[in-house]
């Protein structure tokens, strides 16, 4: 007598773009600023839609927004330093940092 091949139910799995999402946004806070933010931008508004779509299929949500968060954060925040970079000059403002363009000896 042979029994029915039946398959075990499983849980939801995490979301591999989710977690793609936490990696950059880790990486951009640490070793790949402005690369890593992107990353992170992009895949963890392509996981919430994943998750989205998955009906209750894929978990990682948590995931997707705090990559979300970081990349958002290191990308304004770079933006931020470009523009003063640019304006500060223009207004006359010099920024004096230590062993860069000293002539003085």
Do not use: D, R, W
């Amino acid at each position: 007598m042979n029994q029915p091949y039946t398959t075990v139910p499983t849980g939801p799995k995490n979301s591999t773009l989710a977690i793609i999402s936490l990696i950059g946004g880790i990486t951009g806070f640490t070793i790949l600023p402005m690369l890593g933010s992107i990353v992170a931008i992009i895949t963890g508004h392509m996981a919430q839609s994943e998750i989205k779509k998955s009906g209750g299929m894929l978990t990682g949500k948590g995931m997707a927004i705090a990559g979300l968060i970081m990349g958002y954060v290191v990308l304004v925040g770079g933006i931020c330093v470009f523009c003063l970079a640019i304006i500060l000059p223009l207004l006359g403002i010099g920024l004096s940092i230590p062993f860069i363009g000293n002539t003085g000896y």
